[in-house]
C-alpha cells in the first residue's frame, strides 16, 4: 500500500517536471505580464485598490508606466518562448532574474512599511517566483529549453 503511494507521488512529480520548461516558464510570465500590465495600464486605481492603495494623479501615470513596461516584457518573453541557447537569451534570462530579485526586495520592505493590505503578498510571490524560476534556468540549467 504504502509502496503504491511512493509511486504514484513519483509519477506526479515526474509529471510536474516536465511542465517546469523554460518554454512554460516565458508563456507564463507572459500571461501575467499581459492581464496584469493591461489591467494597470486601462484602469489603475482599480488594481492599486485591490492592495489597499489609493492613487493620486501621479501615483495612476508611474502605475501606466510600468504598465507599459510590463506589456513590452509580456512581449519580449513571449517571442523568446522558443529561443535556443544564446548571448541573447542568457541576457533575457539573467535580467528577468535580477529585476524580479529586486522587485521582491521593493514590494518586501514596502510591505512591510504596513502601507499595503495582505494582497501585495501576491504579488511578493509572483516576483519570487519569477527570480528562482529565471535564476534556475540562468544558472543551473542553461541549456534547457
Not at 82 to 110: C, D
Not at 126 to 131: K, M, N
Amino acid at each position: 500500500m504504502q509502496a503504491d503511494i511512493w509511486k504514484q507521488g513519483l509519477k506526479s512529480m515526474h509529471k510536474i517536471k516536465a511542465m517546469l520548461t523554460l518554454k512554460n516558464l516565458f508563456i507564463f510570465n507572459s500571461l501575467v505580464a499581459f492581464s496584469y500590465g493591461l489591467g494597470a495600464l486601462f484602469v489603475p486605481a482599480v488594481v492599486m485598490s485591490t492592495y489597499g492603495l489609493t492613487l493620486n494623479p501621479a501615483g495612476e501615470l508611474m502605475t501606466r508606466f510600468y504598465a507599459a513596461e510590463l506589456i513590452a516584457h509580456g512581449w519580449m518573453t513571449w517571442n523568446t518562448r522558443n529561443a535556443v541557447t544564446s548571448e541573447a537569451r542568457t541576457a533575457i534570462l539573467s535580467s528577468r532574474s535580477i529585476g524580479n530579485t529586486i522587485r521582491s526586495v521593493v514590494a518586501i520592505a514596502f510591505m512591510l512599511s504596513g502601507q499595503a493590505n495582505l494582497r501585495a503578498l501576491t504579488i511578493i510571490g509572483l516576483f519570487a517566483f519569477f527570480a528562482l524560476a529565471y535564476a534556475y534556468f540562468w544558472l543551473v540549467k542553461p541549456d534547457a529549453v
